[in-house]
């Protein structure tokens, strides 16, 4: 401003002195000497470390923060830069930087480039680089040589029951555990007649486990435990500790009649109703008004009830004919439409002309002359305490529950999937080895398979894979037309292979 308005400024400049140690020209600072003879006078590195050993169990995958954590970081991650730099001793320096310089992967050695800032003479800041190398020592924690020594010695059982006639929800709590890694902690995994047993090394992982199918399932758990062992002069105990989880024996397709009492907490649903969807609570839908109400694990278990008929049971129908009596409806993320529909038992064609008039709620998805699955309430034989309790209630004829396209995948019997799942590792019990039928495991697999197929709402929470050796024929998509209901590829998933020999760490194998 002095400037403009016409007065004699006079110009500044900064001198410049000379270093008494090389005699270079350089900017005057608070030990008037050059940063390179300064860092030749002072080495701020003095006493900090180069080298330092860490333990690392090669089983699983941890590092030892001493005296006794162990802790899970994967090679030139964040977590594995912050246990190495708290293993130094910083001590009147600053730390400004820290990265990583590349190793061979199997050399057994990390090393971590420090930036680093110290006062020295006069009050002038030095930085200066400084590398520190870490030699991993292989030794297995407490958990994994117990467990090498006897892979048999667990602390924590899971029993997983749920007591029903088939297994598709273990098939599907299966895949759930497996995109969730929630049984990575486990030492063996078994089969057993009507379930699944998970066992851990430690009491922690079993309850960690334990809410994880709370989450995904309605449960109901008890636990106990066993005396082991006992020390009487360190006074210490060793227990077995054993979890007990039931699921809920309501599974997704059944037909229930609902107890007067529940009916009439719930609103006077019902009393048939259909079970759409089974997360951590049941959804359960009347199909001849669109009512609908979620019953969580604890509303169920108070006053627990049995389905009166179960997908086994379904029934096979023609539709003749459908009248749609109702716009469609959203419910809870599904759409329902109402409509009047003639339907006959594919059973009884060149037998009788008996035909059935019905009220369905998938008048959005069929057409005369479709295929639908659904249960005979008029020649069923139903001896439920529940039903006897409503005096004067007219049961429908039949109740569908799902289009069937099994006509149009007779085409592509035989045809493997462009789509795969994982599974568990999983030993069978040899009590149970007669009673596991491979034949009966294999039907219910697919349609386990079929169901993912025709239902995206129930593959949402699910990984599903690429099949490798699926190879498309441009001459069967051609004569299909219109096709079964199967899973776009966008929805796939690329099979990652970290091991040589092509399973990956922790999972199972691959089953189409």
Known sequence: MAHEAGMFVVPQTIGHVLCPKCGILMAPNAANMCVKCLASEVDITDGLQKHVSIIFCPECKRYLQPPKCWIKAERESKELLTFCVKRLKLKDVRLVHAEFVWTEPNSMRIIVRLRIQKEVLRGAVLEKAHEVLYVEHRQMCEFCSRSQANPDQWVAAVQLRQHVPHRRTFFYLEQLILKHDAAAQAIRIKQMDHGIDFFFSSRSHGVKFVEFVGKVAPVRSRDDKELV???????NYNYKYTFSVEICPICREDLICLPPKVATSLGNLGPLVI?????NSIMLLDPGTLRYCFLDADR??????KCLLSSRQLVE?????????SPEVNVAGSRYVLADAQVARVCDFGRNDTIFNIRTHLGHLLNPGDYALGYDLYGANSNDSELDKYKGLILPDAILIKKSYEEKRQRKRGKPRSWKLKSLHMEIDNSTRGRLEPEKMNNEYEEFLRDLEENPELRFNISLYRNKEYQPSEVASMTDGDDAPSVRLEELLDELDINDDGDEAGDGGMRE
């Open 229 to 235: 062992s006992h020390d009487p002069k360190s006074n």
């Open 275 to 279: 079970c759409t969807k089974v997360s």
């Open 300 to 305: 169920y278990w108070r006053t627990p009830f």
């Open 317 to 325: 129908y023609i539709v003749l004919d459908i009248d749609v009596i």
